[in-house]
């Protein structure tokens, strides 16, 4: 089969490197030939454009709806954001008409991408696929009502116009059921790592960063993951890091990522007296990102009790086990199953930073279960495999299809 994906958001990005990067790898393993047309956080400073990546064919189309520089994510004016969009949606569209395939899969249903997916299915005959990962709607910051209403519009049409659509969580599920589309058209796609990207590096370079960082014989708290708090706690992260000092005063929080709250929550870190035991390391390169996870004890993926938290499901989850440390999280959404039985982590009930702190300690101080909890993430992941996941979708592009051949 050929598959083409269509992204709003480069490789960089959680979602590009977290999701349909490494399902696009593994689809290609399976020998499938697989592209991705995508845009870029800084268009104008892409070094290569065009390039093939572990088997899979990558175009660099336009400059994204945000601008990302350093640890900083910038919005565009609306005068700005409308020709930027208008020229990603044309872009997205000739690379959709132009790039040979069989399968068209959009990854999240957004008006660049999801118009660019509904015009090649009505004018080259695309079997449309639309992967559902979130809500945009409710996570992006938009200057004006009308941006996230027409957000919003393209987010419920474009799953309804596909002929399959893909989510990785219940809550999504169940929204695309209220929509009207029938169960036999949702394919329930969990997220998943890469064991590629997540191989153990070699012990040494773990304790190369952590004396570079200055954590050589403390317990670490590490989180990995967007400085946006619509989507993501940092904040109360924070809190209960605070608490945690009390008891364990030799403690580092080690805080990996960037995004539009990034000085705000280094703001908070310093209102809270945290500076000298908060890290920020800011952005790294994705390949590094498996070091940070293995320099902490134990690893943290809060979420707020919200729209956003209850669509999402942290990618967080599935590197930590990945990596063999142990993982708290909290209540929201799909994490309670996710988790499992018995639980491969610790969860806590969401906004309070208290019972947070308790879970952090409990693992701190108690080896034995920190080694019980690194055992069932281990097993655990070994379930989420995008080579596995890629196998169930194979199965589902080819049904569709066949089923597009019939009619």
């Given at each position: 089969?050929?598959?083409?994906?269509?992204?709003?958001?480069?490789?960089?990005?959680?979602?590009?490197?977290?999701?349909?990067?490494?399902?696009?790898?593994?689809?290609?393993?399976?020998?499938?030939?697989?592209?991705?047309?995508?845009?870029?956080?800084?268009?104008?400073?892409?070094?290569?454009?065009?390039?093939?990546?572990?088997?899979?064919?990558?175009?660099?189309?336009?400059?994204?709806?945000?601008?990302?520089?350093?640890?900083?994510?910038?919005?565009?004016?609306?005068?700005?954001?409308?020709?930027?969009?208008?020229?990603?949606?044309?872009?997205?569209?000739?690379?959709?008409?132009?790039?040979?395939?069989?399968?068209?899969?959009?990854?999240?249903?957004?008006?660049?991408?999801?118009?660019?997916?509904?015009?090649?299915?009505?004018?080259?005959?695309?079997?449309?696929?639309?992967?559902?990962?979130?809500?945009?709607?409710?996570?992006?910051?938009?200057?004006?009502?009308?941006?996230?209403?027409?957000?919003?519009?393209?987010?419920?049409?474009?799953?309804?116009?596909?002929?399959?659509?893909?989510?990785?969580?219940?809550?999504?599920?169940?929204?695309?059921?209220?929509?009207?589309?029938?169960?036999?058209?949702?394919?329930?796609?969990?997220?998943?790592?890469?064991?590629?990207?997540?191989?153990?590096?070699?012990?040494?370079?773990?304790?190369?960063?952590?004396?570079?960082?200055?954590?050589?014989?403390?317990?670490?708290v590490v989180y990995v993951g967007s400085m946006s708090l619509g989507s993501h706690a940092v904040d109360l992260l924070l809190e209960a890091f605070a608490i945690l000092r009390h008891f364990r005063?030799?403690?580092?929080?080690?805080?990996?990522?960037?995004?539009?709250?990034?000085?705000?929550?280094?703001?908070?870190?310093?209102?809270?007296?945290?500076?000298?035991?908060?890290?920020?390391?800011?952005?790294?390169?994705?390949?590094?990102?498996?070091?940070?996870?293995?320099?902490?004890?134990?690893?943290?993926?809060?979420?707020?009790?919200?729209?956003?938290?209850?669509?999402?499901?942290?990618?967080?989850?599935?590197?930590?086990?990945?990596?063999?440390?142990?993982?708290?999280?909290?209540?929201?959404?799909?994490?309670?199953?996710?988790?499992?039985?018995?639980?491969?982590?610790?969860?806590?009930?969401?906004?309070?930073?208290?019972?947070?702190?308790?879970?952090?300690?409990?693992?701190?101080?108690?080896?034995?279960?920190?080694?019980?909890?690194?055992?069932?993430?281990?097993?655990?992941?070994?379930?989420?495999?995008?080579?596995?996941?890629?196998?169930?979708?194979?199965?589902?592009?080819?049904?569709?299809?066949?089923?597009?051949?019939?009619?």
């Open positions: 089969m050929r598959i083409l994906f269509l992204l709003t958001q480069d490789l960089e990005s959680p979602s590009g490197i977290g999701r349909y990067f490494p399902w696009a790898k593994a689809l290609t393993r399976l020998g499938h030939l697989v592209s991705i047309a995508a845009l870029h956080a800084d268009y104008a400073h892409v070094p290569q454009k065009n390039f093939i990546r572990d088997g899979v064919e990558i175009h660099y189309v336009a400059q994204m709806h945000v601008l990302k520089r350093g640890n900083q994510k910038i919005y565009y004016s609306t005068p700005k954001l409308i020709g930027h969009t208008v020229q990603a949606a044309w872009a997205l569209t000739r690379a959709a008409l132009s790039i040979q395939s069989d399968i068209l899969h959009v990854g999240k249903p957004q008006p660049m991408n999801g118009l660019a997916g509904m015009i090649a299915k009505a004018l080259r005959g695309r079997v449309l696929f639309v992967d559902c990962d979130d809500l945009e709607a409710a996570t992006n910051r938009f200057a004006k009502g009308w941006q996230r209403q027409v957000v919003s519009f393209f987010e419920r049409r474009v799953p309804l116009q596909a002929d399959h659509v893909t989510t990785h969580n219940h809550v999504l599920q169940e929204q695309l059921l209220g929509l009207g589309i029938p169960a036999e058209r949702i394919t329930y796609l969990p997220q998943g790592f890469d064991r590629d990207r997540f191989a153990g590096p070699q012990p040494e370079l773990v304790e190369a960063l952590r004396d570079k960082l200055g954590l050589r014989g403390k317990p670490v005063p030799e403690a580092a929080l080690l805080l990996v990522g960037g995004g539009e709250d990034y000085e705000t929550i280094r703001q908070k870190a310093s209102d809270l007296e945290l500076s000298g035991s908060v890290i920020f390391c800011g952005r790294v390169p994705s390949s590094d990102v498996p070091l940070y996870y293995r320099a902490g004890n134990v690893s943290i993926a809060p979420v707020p009790d919200n729209a956003s938290g209850r669509a999402s499901i942290s990618l967080k989850m599935f590197e930590t086990w990945a990596c063999g440390i142990p993982l708290v999280t909290v209540d929201v959404g799909d994490r309670r199953d996710m988790l499992g039985n018995p639980p491969a982590g610790l969860i806590v009930q969401p906004g309070d930073p208290t019972v947070l702190a308790q879970a952090i300690l409990q693992i701190l101080d108690q080896p034995e279960l920190a080694q019980m909890l690194t055992q069932r993430g281990l097993i655990r992941a070994a379930e989420f495999t995008w080579d596995r996941l890629a196998e169930q979708m194979e199965s589902v592009y080819s049904n569709a299809l066949a089923r597009k051949s019939a009619q």
